[in-house]
């Protein structure tokens, strides 16, 4: 009878090792197997809705900008944003807003062409061509630009500008 009992608590004790030890590390293998592939959807789905939230701020900084809307693009800005003007000039957030804001910087069209989006962890970087009709200061600035936007997230997850650039695109051989 003693060796029977023995026999039981033997297989008892390897059927309880296999349930504690051995399933576990069978389901850590199948998630470790499967992981990639639903790590590889789960990051293709966030970019494709990250890129579709950029596509709407970039409508909006549009209409802000189109309408000297001041309080939109402020929203939009993050508070260290930069600025590279077509000129050369450095331009800091309240620069941008007080332009615009005055009238001194005025659009009256602003026609986006060939928008691309790249991502880097929580920044994304935008390129795109504009035509735009505008002044600055009363002078004419009406033409092809290409220009660039660097998104950031922000502490509360938020896409902010935090720097943009522009470049008037040339016909070969024109000057300034």
């Given at each position: 009878?003693?060796?029977?009992?023995?026999?039981?608590?033997?297989?008892?004790?390897?059927?309880?090792?296999?349930?504690?030890?051995?399933?576990?590390l069978?389901?850590?293998?199948?998630?470790?197997?499967?992981?990639?592939?639903?790590?590889?959807?789960?990051?293709?789905?966030?970019?494709?809705?990250?890129?579709?939230?950029?596509?709407?701020?970039?409508?909006?900084?549009r209409?802000?900008?189109?309408?000297?809307?001041s309080?939109?693009?402020?929203?939009?800005?993050?508070?260290?944003?930069?600025?590279?003007?077509?000129?050369?000039?450095?331009?800091?957030?309240?620069?941008?807003?007080?332009?615009?804001?005055?009238?001194?910087?005025?659009?009256?069209?602003?026609?986006?062409?060939?928008r691309?989006?790249?991502?880097?962890?929580?920044?994304?970087?935008?390129?795109?061509?504009?035509?735009?009709?505008?002044?600055?200061?009363?002078?004419?600035?009406?033409?092809?630009?290409?220009?660039?936007?660097?998104?950031?997230?922000?502490?509360?997850?938020?896409w902010?500008?935090?720097?943009?650039?522009?470049?008037r695109?040339?016909?070969?051989?024109?000057?300034?």
């Amino acid at each position: 009878m003693m060796t029977g009992t023995a026999i039981n608590s033997s297989n008892l004790i390897r059927r309880v090792a296999f349930v504690l030890v051995v399933l576990p590390l069978l389901g850590a293998l199948a998630l470790v197997v499967c992981a990639p592939p639903l790590q590889g959807e789960m990051l293709r789905v966030r970019k494709h809705q990250s890129r579709h939230q950029i596509d709407r701020l970039e409508e909006s900084w549009r209409s802000a900008v189109l309408k000297a809307d001041s309080t939109t693009l402020d929203s939009l800005l993050a508070d260290d944003y930069m600025a590279i003007t077509p000129s050369g000039t450095l331009q800091s957030k309240e620069q941008t807003l007080a332009s615009l804001g005055s009238g001194t910087t005025h659009f009256t069209a602003i026609e986006v062409s060939d928008r691309k989006v790249r991502f880097y962890g929580t920044t994304a970087l935008l390129t795109s061509q504009a035509e735009i009709s505008g002044s600055i200061a009363g002078e004419d600035i009406s033409g092809s630009f290409r220009y660039t936007h660097v998104y950031a997230r922000d502490k509360q997850g938020a896409w902010k500008i935090v720097s943009f650039e522009a470049s008037r695109i040339r016909k070969p051989g024109e000057r300034r």
